[in-house]
């Protein structure tokens, strides 16, 4: 590979991240400032803006390439309903997931016992501030999802073209 391909390859790349990086960008910072809100005064914030920031540049990539596997587009011939359905139940599940491994961390570096985490991990799972931000990202997640497929099905061009 060359090094005009590599920068043509690379430029393509960055273009087609930049809209999920924007949106998730601005998405998981209200979440974290909100949430931040929520908290009690003695509570430790173990992330920064900048950290969630860089977060969503890491989501934006990713997401491009989950959407690339071929057992994501499940539905292709399909209405647009199935798509979605099938990949924000995809998402939902891992988001979870990866809410209870946040929660089962913090509560890990709080105490320095794993342990004791594990143990009040259920406490902490019927928390309404777990909920409230679980389902803050899966309504971020089901709009990016909705409107992903929808540009998919209509074309960037006319998506473009619709909104702007």
């Not at 399909?78 to 997931?97: A, Q, R």
């Not at 004791?116 to 389902?135: C, D, K």
């Amino acid at each position: 590979m060359n090094l005009k391909h590599f920068a043509s390859w690379m430029k393509e790349e960055i273009l087609r991240v930049i809209p999920a990086v924007i949106f998730f960008g601005i998405a998981l910072n209200l979440i974290y400032f909100t949430v931040g809100l929520a908290l009690r005064p003695d509570d430790t914030r173990y992330f920064s803006y900048l950290t969630v920031t860089v977060t969503a540049l890491v989501v934006g990539k990713v997401l491009l390439l989950v959407n690339a596997l071929p057992f994501i587009n499940a539905f292709p011939q399909k209405p647009l309903i199935y798509n979605i359905v099938w990949k924000f139940c995809i998402f939902s599940v891992t988001i979870f997931l990866l809410e209870v491994l946040h929660s089962f961390l913090h509560l890990w570096l709080k105490t320095s016992d794993a342990t004791f985490a594990w143990e009040h991990l259920g406490h902490e799972l019927l928390s309404p501030l777990f909920w409230a931000t679980a389902l803050c990202l899966f309504l971020v997640f089901g709009v990016y999802i909705t409107f992903s497929e929808l540009t998919r099905v209509i074309g960037i061009d006319k998506m473009k073209k619709i909104m702007f």
